[in-house]
């Protein structure tokens, strides 16, 4: 799909893929979404075989040793190619950190307690690695229970072809909120709002993930409840909207070409009514235009 976007053979966004996950065990997904790893040599073997397969990235899970992360990072490196990893667990994400992993991907979304003032000045005065708490994954829950129509707005549904419509609405049931994937959710929703808060203040590198795909959590509306989160949480809207393109393509490797609108730079801009600095989920949930690479994909002026 990548290559197919880059060939202009079907419109869709700039695409950064990684390969099959690394990991110790199956888990989540099925098997050939990942790469079952034992030890550090394999761990770099998979990477490698991750780049030449054509990954951009790639992606670790928790739960892999200090030494294999390291073996990770250091084989990726070498291809002038970044690491994210899946982390919630405090020593895991220093031995991520200290094993030279870029991106920490998803840190205090999963219900984990408070983490340790050190963890956090440690990775925010290293401007070396970024985070991405993904916490827009635990707000569907509630924002379903207290508006249950939003599992019919009709925008989304033309977004999907009428069989998987047809598999999304049925996955439901009658009652989302009792699906497993919600259960310890209270939990979750009180440790995110003390971690969000504390990566925030921090000053850390921080980027925006909603982890779209998961139970309630549509592609169609994630970003822009992501972003009102963070502001809902003490980020401003500024800091908010630069974590969305400035800092994401610094974060992607790409912070030369995109994020900015300059001189030198892709045209890729969207216009938005009204203004996000007042109100930003009003506001970036009512894209207006949208222009990739100076070719205006929804929008414009009419035709004459």
């Given amino acids: 799909m990548r290559e197919r976007i880059n060939r202009n053979e079907v419109p869709g966004p700039r695409m950064t893929m990684s390969g099959p996950w690394l990991i110790h065990r199956n888990a989540i997904f099925p098997p050939a979404c990942q790469v079952i790893i034992n030890n550090p040599a394999e761990a770099a073997q998979a990477t490698e075989a991750n780049i030449q397969g054509g990954a951009d990235t790639i992606k670790c899970q928790g739960g892999l040793t200090f030494e294999e992360y390291k073996a990770v990072a250091e084989t990726a490196h070498r291809h002038g190619i ?160 630069s974590a969305l393109t400035r800092v994401g393509a610094r974060i992607l490797g790409k912070g030369n070409q995109l994020g900015t609108i300059e001189p030198g730079k892709l045209a890729d801009i969207i216009v938005v009514q009204g203004n996000p600095l007042f109100d930003i989920a009003a506001s970036l949930s009512n894209v207006k235009l949208v222009m990739k690479d100076g070719i205006i994909f929804k929008g414009g002026p009419e035709p004459r």
């Fill in 82 to 241: 970044k690491v994210n990893a899946h982390l919630n667990d405090e020593q895991a994400i220093r031995d991520a950190y200290n094993a030279g992993v870029d991106i920490l991907q998803h840190v205090g979304s999963g219900g984990t307690p408070a983490y340790s003032a050190d963890l956090i000045k440690t990775i925010a005065d290293s401007n070396r690695v970024a985070v991405v708490p993904t916490t827009e994954r635990v707000a569907p829950w509630g924002a379903t229970i207290d508006f249950p129509e939003r599992l019919q707005d009709p925008q989304i549904r033309k977004e999907f072809p009428p069989d998987l419509w047809a598999e999304v609405q049925s996955s439901f049931g009658k009652d989302p909120h009792t699906l497993g994937y919600f259960q310890n959710q209270e939990r979750r929703d009180f440790f995110t709002d003390v971690s969000l808060g504390q990566w925030i203040k921090s000053g850390a590198v921080i980027g925006m993930g909603t982890d779209n795909g998961t139970p309630l959590n549509f592609h169609g509306d994630a970003l822009w409840r992501d972003a009102k989160m963070f502001v809902d949480h003490g980020m401003s809207p500024q800091r908010t909207i």
